[in-house]
């Protein structure tokens, strides 16, 4: 089988089982997890044929793929719809397509595709103006970014236009505010806390976590502006940094536990775009490292509070002590596992990608780049105050007793947590086998040439 | 010198092999009883004890003994060196860690037998064995930052052990955020090290830096090591450390936790040696806390607290050893603390029958041979010393008042920021148009 059929694959059958679910009543789930998991296969074979030298976007294609086999399901029963189903594999199919194309036409096609359903409160969007905001202002300057490019220079190939600052100064600005949006950095970022409070938790968590900005930097921003990016990407770095602290300080003070793990997401995500502009290589390293962690431990800690929220109540609060620990252990484990795993806790892959973040963004950067280790320090404490909040201290005694974690939801979360502690003990495994994409993401940001 | 250096190894990874069993275990629904654990962490220490003294035989015809791995990974001109290192000083702390842990795990057996969080307590104290050994045995400062942070997280796990009270869980939340936020001096200190000195790794020294370079370093491996060390003005945590379960009060905070930040500046000797404005720094701090932790402990009620602002001062007085660079007498400081300050953490709970005990064997109340030297100064000053240690220095009313407080606030404005343009409360999960919809797919159904 050839790349492009199994790239049609990946895409196509998550797509067309989205259709399927909007007509049939079940088994929804079942249908949705054979899709993701076809799809999972598929990249993984992609992965497997590739040249390791070129397999990063297979790399992030597998992980999301897998991350939306997982979600499938881990979902709840209350949440396990057709629209919520099939939200997930509309998301993944567009995920997948704007990974794998060298097209713009078809990058815009599967950014604007990968916002559809969020931007329907009857599908998933959340209830309130400011994610549909941020979601359709980033789709509009993308596109009209695009718009220019091919004005000027009438093709919509990247590998083409790579290196010729297509549209020059202006539509480098309007890329930038893309990833500004989509990924909601300061000022921008009030959106993801109210995706994640006001929509449907993991199909959020999903949307979150395609990275679409920092996406679109490494696919398009530095292949086609290297010189504009070397002098004007600290701009960006700077802002991804205090996005970094600000949403950090943010959230300490958050009683609201579904916008404090968003913002710990975006804080988090944020270092992924301080790393890629630090201009080293073990800064670009631990950005794409920090991805994958980031990834897999904030669709966890999502999908655990989901799992709480219909165990225990939607009105979950961090504001005292719930005790959860007591009727649902694993969560529990599972929650701190993946929660401290995002903030670096030695023994999982986090340990290494914020110890190359940290390296990366210091050597660029000295002073400024403390604020990394800062804002993580207090993403740490506020991922530790909300476990004791949510699973520690008395326990409340109008709870019905319910089941801890039932065995496909304990399976998801162990792989979750077995993917990043096996990646902490082994990281050379990813380091490496990234090493020639990150050096040339690395030499253009710094001064090289692309040799994509 | 293959058999010692495998030797090393097992002392090192043995505890942390049986901390993934039992989480595993765990995982697939078995938890294996008090006899089993008890056994296997009996046997576990009791390995560990022979193989490190092979390594020390070993030790007496070398300088140190290697493991290397290679490199953990490495990009570009950056390397993360993956070796066990023992010399002299590591095969102390190594030593002292399987020992008293191997004691404090068959003091536990008895102590928390039938407790409901027995399994979590060992489960706790093999992980806690884990990176203390990796921090002792560690060759370079990069992986000692693991061992140093396994630490902290179970330090902080085992502080909130009677999960179901809220002031164990709080005050686990502040020592967590002290022990973070002097972690970042830490992770400053080693990327300093990493770019001036060009490694991290301590097997072959250090080389020659210029003062300003060198104090740098110091001075931002001294901020953690002082956090970990509960050194003035970090001190405010170790009294609330005191809620955790009386092992593992006796092995962190007697023993090998408090004296993780010493042992860290004891691995940063040459360096200490170039810079003797750090090493005046490190005296300094070290002579305020044994005052503090000396003050503060004469008004204290309680007896794990009392022992633990003991702990403090013998803690500032090996920091000023370290300062002076007297490396041995601290090293000999040290080993003779931890084991006596374990010793009385365990007896602690038996205090009174123990003076009982010891007032029929003597038949009458001892006589006090203690002078009370803070009876020489004027009443007003001692009143006023009493109520400065009774909030033990003011040091957590600074800490709230300039950190807690003012971060809290930002946090407020921050969200006050965000709110505008949009009314957060009454958020409805599912809206008007979603019910109908969903009504609809019902009945069709």
């Not at chain 1, 679409?212 to 802002?239: E, K």
């Not at chain 2, 709080?170 to 967590?176: G, S, T």
């Not at chain 2, 002082?226 to 809620?243: I, N, T, Y």
């Not at chain 2, 800490?399 to 930002?410: A, I, T, W, Y």
Request: aromatic share 10%; proline share 4%.
């Amino acid at each position: 089988m050839t790349s492009v059929a199994l790239t049609a694959v990946a895409i196509g059958l998550p797509w067309s089982a989205a259709v399927l679910l909007a007509l049939i009543r079940s088994p929804l789930r079942a249908i949705a997890f054979a899709s993701a998991l076809v799809s999972m296969i598929a990249i993984a074979l992609m992965l497997w044929t590739s040249p390791s030298s070129q397999s990063l976007q297979e790399g992030l294609m597998l992980l999301y793929a897998c991350v939306a086999c997982g979600a499938t399901l881990v979902l709840p029963r209350r949440d396990c719809t057709a629209r919520t189903l099939s939200g997930i594999l509309w998301l993944l199919g567009s995920t997948l397509l704007a990974y794998s194309t060298d097209h713009l036409g078809v990058l815009v096609v599967a950014w604007i595709s990968s916002a559809i359903p969020f931007l329907f409160d009857q599908w998933l969007g959340a209830h309130n103006w400011r994610p549909r905001l941020a979601l359709l202002v980033s789709t509009a300057v993308l596109a009209t970014a695009i718009v220019l490019i091919v004005h000027e220079r009438h093709t919509l190939s990247i590998e083409t236009l790579s290196r010729q600052r297509p549209g020059g100064m202006a539509v480098f600005a309007l890329l930038v505010a893309a990833v500004v949006f989509r990924k909601g950095i300061c000022p921008v970022h009030a959106w993801v806390g109210d995706a994640a409070e006001g929509g449907s938790v993991i199909p959020t968590a999903l949307l979150l976590n395609g990275h679409f900005g920092a996406m679109l930097v490494v696919r398009l921003i530095v292949p086609l502006f290297p010189d504009t990016a070397r002098t004007m990407f600290p701009v960006l770095s700077y802002l991804a940094l205090a996005t970094a602290l600000y949403v950090a300080i943010r959230a300490v003070a958050e009683n609201s536990p579904r916008r404090l793990i968003a913002y710990l997401a975006l804080s988090q995500s944020a270092c992924i775009l301080a790393g890629l502009e630090s201009r080293s290589a073990a800064g670009v390293t631990g950005a794409l490292v920090h991805w994958c962690v980031v990834t897999i431990s904030t669709v966890g800690l999502f999908a655990i509070l989901r799992l709480l929220e219909v165990r225990f109540g939607d009105n979950l609060t961090s504001s005292a002590h719930l005790g959860l620990a007591r009727h649902a252990p694993r969560l529990a484990v599972h929650f701190i596992v993946l929660g401290l795993a995002l903030v670096g806790l030695p023994g999982t892959l986090s340990f290494c990608s914020q110890d190359l973040l940290i390296h990366g963004t210091l050597i660029s950067h000295p002073l400024i780049g403390l604020l990394l280790p800062a804002a993580t320090a207090i993403n740490a404490i506020t991922i530790f105050r909300l476990f004791t909040r949510l699973f520690l201290g008395k326990r409340k005694t109008g709870f019905t007793i319910m089941a801890d974690a039932l065995p496909r939801e304990r399976w998801m979360l162990s792989a979750c947590v077995v993917f990043v502690v096996a990646g902490g003990v082994f990281p050379s495994a990813i380091v490496t086998r990234w090493a020639v994409q990150t050096e040339s993401i690395e030499q253009t940001v710094a001064g090289g040439l692309m040799t994509r | 010198m293959v058999f010692a250096q495998a030797m090393l190894v097992f002392v090192v990874l043995a505890s942390g092999l049986v901390f993934v069993t039992f989480a595993l275990a765990w995982l697939l629904g078995w938890v294996p009883s008090e006899r089993v654990i008890s056994s296997i962490t009996g046997l576990t220490f009791s390995a560990s004890i022979l193989a490190l003294a092979i390594v020390l035989w070993y030790l007496r015809s070398t300088s140190a003994v290697t493991a290397t791995f290679g490199n953990w990974f490495a990009v570009g001109d950056y390397r993360f060196p993956m070796f066990f290192f023992a010399d002299r000083l590591s095969a102390v702390f190594l030593g002292m860690t399987v020992v008293l842990v191997g004691l404090i795990g068959r003091f536990s057996a008895t102590y928390l037998h039938r407790e409901p969080g027995f399994f979590r307590f060992f489960l706790l104290l093999h992980l806690f064995a884990f990176g203390s050994l990796v921090a002792f045995a560690a060759g370079s400062f990069d992986l000692l930052v693991g061992g140093w942070e396994i630490v902290g997280i179970t330090s902080v796990l085992l502080i909130a052990f009677f999960q179901h009270r809220t002031p164990p869980v709080e005050n686990a939340v502040r020592v967590f955020g002290v022990y973070r936020a002097c972690d970042i001096g830490l992770l400053a200190g080693v990327f300093a090290m990493h770019h001036w000195a060009g490694t991290a790794s301590f097997d072959q020294g250090f080389p020659h830096l210029s003062g300003g370079r060198a104090a740098t370093i110091c001075l931002l491996l001294l901020w953690a090591a002082a956090g970990k060390g509960a050194q003035v003005p970090f001190s405010g945590w170790l009294p609330r450390a005191m809620e955790g379960p009386t092992p593992s009060s006796a092995i962190f905070y007697g023993a090998i936790s408090i004296h993780a930040g010493a042992y860290l500046l004891l691995r940063l000797q040459p360096m200490l040696a170039q810079s003797p404005f750090a090493g005046a720094i490190v005296v300094v701090l070290g002579l305020a806390t044994a005052i503090y932790g000396t003050i503060c402990g004469r008004a204290t009620a309680d007896a794990k607290t009392s022992l633990a602002f003991a702990s403090l001062a013998q803690v500032g007085v090996v920091f000023m050893e370290i300062g002076l660079g007297l490396k041995w007498i601290a090293v000999i400081h040290i080993l003779g603390h931890a084991t006596v300050r374990t010793l009385q953490f365990l007896r602690s709970p038996s205090m009174l029958h123990d003076y009982h005990q010891m007032h029929s064997a003597i038949g009458g109340e001892a006589s006090q041979a203690e002078i009370d030297l803070e009876k020489l100064l004027p009443v007003s000053i001692q009143l006023w010393l009493y109520r400065w240690a009774l909030d033990r220095g003011h040091l957590d009313t600074i800490l709230d008042r300039f950190v807690v407080h003012p971060l809290m606030k930002l946090s407020g404005v921050f969200a006050k920021l965000d709110g505008i343009g949009w009314k957060r409360s009454s958020v409805t999960r599912e809206s008007p148009v979603s019910a109908v919809y969903a009504k609809v797919r019902e009945r069709a159904g």
